[in-house]
Each structure stands twice: as structure tokens, then as C-alpha cells.
């Protein structure tokens, strides 16, 4: 199930859309029209650096509960990075700046997308790679970006924007310590995860009550076995 994104009518993703965001801002519903949706969702792992043999939009999104940044970079022009805000979730019109930079920059053959693990999970990856395949993406390891960002005075999410699009084009390019690529989970795989840390957490609660329980007993002379 997508987080922060639904279909018309879907009341479920509505209040996963109210939980993770707040409800602020307008739920954005499925922007494209049918006959452009994909039957089959494609292989989200399979995507690998082109090292620059062929001609890619480059396309670094920072989110977060607020807004989305999104940071384009021209093909041919290295040092040049177009910046657009949009609103959380906007899938639509994420869709339409990338469809309007691709038309600009003579239709590049690939379009290839990262965003940081996080908070937005894996729901927009998923999404892409049903609804518009032919973008690639990339999730990096946040931490993969951390040498960059501890030489910049001053944090702000368009500043990560357009480090991302470097170290993604840097990636493509061949250069593998630019940023780590994190593994996309099934559906499956992300719900069984999510029992497992949420039963690790019911053990160490249960046993810090057990031991709060025993020490306020000790106090009243009460000895347990």
C-alpha cells in the first residue's frame, strides 16, 4: 500500500495520508489518465549506472511533511540545476516537471530519479515503477551523502536538492562513493519487518514493566521468585 498517495475512493490510504502528513495540503490522487498505467509493476532493483553512455535527466528529490524539492539537471549541462517546490505527495506534478524538462532538454532517453531513504519509505519508488516505468530510480543511504554535507555551512533542503543530483550523476557516471544505493523491499518483505521491530519493542516493554513492577515490590519487602 502507498503512504501518502491514493486512489480516488481508497478511505485506507486517505488516513494513512492524514497520519503521515497531518492532512495538510490536498491528497493527490492517480495522475495519470489509464490507458498510460502499467498492468505490471518493473523490477525496482534492476536499475544500474549507465556510465554515461546514454543520454539521462537527472532528478533529486528532498522531502518532506511540509513540501518536496525537487532538483532537475540538465544532461548537457553539468553545473546547472533546475529547482521546483511542490507540495507533499504531489505525484502530478512531480510528473509534469520532469515531463517538461525531458521535452527541454531534446527528450533524453532516460530519465533517472533518487530521493533519500527516510521518510517517505518506499511507497513513491513503488508508484514510479508501476505508473511511469520508464523513470528510474535510485533510494540512497543518507549517510552515503554525509562527507558532502559536513563541508557546507548551512542546511536547507534546496542545497540537498542539488547535492543529490551531483552525486547521482557522479553514480551514473561510475563513481560508486558518490552515494550508496539502498535495496527496494517487497510489500511482503517491508510488512514482515515492521512485525518484527514492532515485537522487539513489546519484549522491551514488557520486561522494563517487569522490572518496574519488581523493584516497587522489593520496596514493600514483597520478594518474587
Not at 520486561?207 to 514493600?220: E, M, P, S, T, V
Request: glycine residues 10%; charged residues 30%.
Amino acid at each position: 500500500m502507498s503512504q501518502g498517495f491514493a486512489f480516488r475512493g481508497d478511505s485506507v490510504q486517505e488516513s494513512v495520508w492524514t497520519s503521515t502528513y497531518g492532512g495538510k495540503g490536498p491528497l493527490q490522487h492517480n495522475p495519470l489518465p489509464s490507458e498510460r498505467r502499467s498492468t505490471m509493476s518493473k523490477e525496482l532493483n534492476d536499475v544500474a549506472p549507465s556510465m554515461g553512455e546514454v543520454s539521462t535527466l537527472f532528478v533529486a528529490l528532498e522531502v518532506s511533511g511540509t513540501s518536496w524539492v525537487l532538483g532537475i539537471g540538465d544532461p548537457g549541462q553539468p553545473d546547472k540545476v533546475g529547482m521546483h517546490k511542490l507540495a507533499p505527495a504531489d505525484t502530478a506534478g512531480l510528473l509534469e516537471k520532469i515531463g517538461k524538462a525531458r521535452a527541454g532538454a531534446d527528450g533524453p532517453s532516460r530519465v533517472l530519479l533518487t530521493y533519500e531513504a527516510g521518510f517517505e519509505g518506499f511507497w513513491l519508488a513503488r508508484w514510479l515503477g508501476e505508473h511511469a516505468p520508464e523513470i528510474d530510480v535510485v533510494i540512497c543511504d543518507p549517510a552515503s551523502l554525509e562527507v558532502v554535507r559536513k563541508k557546507r555551512r548551512a542546511k536547507t533542503d534546496r542545497i540537498d536538492a542539488r547535492k543529490m543530483v551531483r552525486a547521482l550523476r557522479a553514480w551514473d557516471g561510475g563513481d560508486r562513493d558518490a552515494m550508496s544505493p539502498v535495496r527496494i523491499p517487497t510489500v511482503g518483505e517491508e510488512d514482515a519487518k515492521r512485525l518484527l521491530r514492532r515485537r522487539e519493542r513489546l519484549v522491551k516493554e514488557r520486561l522494563r514493566h517487569a522490572n518496574a513492577i519488581a523493584g516497587l515490590l522489593r520496596l514493600h519487602g514483597v520478594s518474587i521468585g
